[in-house]
């Protein structure tokens, strides 16, 4: 069973950067297709990034892309989100999420298919 801990939010003005981090530990994190997901006050989690296990396959919303980045660095069992160009409505906690995949290439969009969670980080965007 893997544990994952955010870090990295804040706050920010429109138009500037921030990276976000998710450290996972008790796990074997190369197994793990990771992903991130968002949820704004009064609205449903969902998704912004994803990355199969071996790090060659990438997903975005549609809302991020282009301007966000996710990554995944297995020496420090490690995922990260580089988010640029940040917009008021990208203001939300963000939460990283693993599950185990026996796939190379697969990544998963729907928050149902992961069960492990991390307690999530805020975003802050100002205009």
């Known amino acids: 069973q893997v544990h994952l801990l955010e870090s990295g939010g804040g706050a920010v003005q429109t138009g500037g950067s921030l990276k976000l981090s998710c450290a996972a530990s008790g796990g074997t994190f190369s197994s793990y297709t990771l992903g991130w997901f968002r949820q704004a006050p009064g609205k449903e989690r969902e998704f912004v990034a994803a990355v199969s296990r071996s790090g060659r396959s990438t997903s975005y919303a549609d809302s991020v892309k282009g301007r966000f980045t996710i990554s995944r660095d297995t020496a420090k069992n490690s995922v990260y989100l580089q988010m640029n160009i940040l917009k008021p409505e990208d203001t939300a906690i963000y939460y990283c999420?693993?599950?185990?995949?026996?796939?190379?290439?697969?990544?998963?969009?729907?928050?149902?298919?992961?069960?492990?969670w991390g307690q999530g980080t805020l975003v802050t965007v100002s205009a």
């Open positions: 999420a693993g599950e185990p995949s026996p796939y190379d290439f697969d990544y998963y969009r729907e928050s149902r298919s992961y069960r492990y």
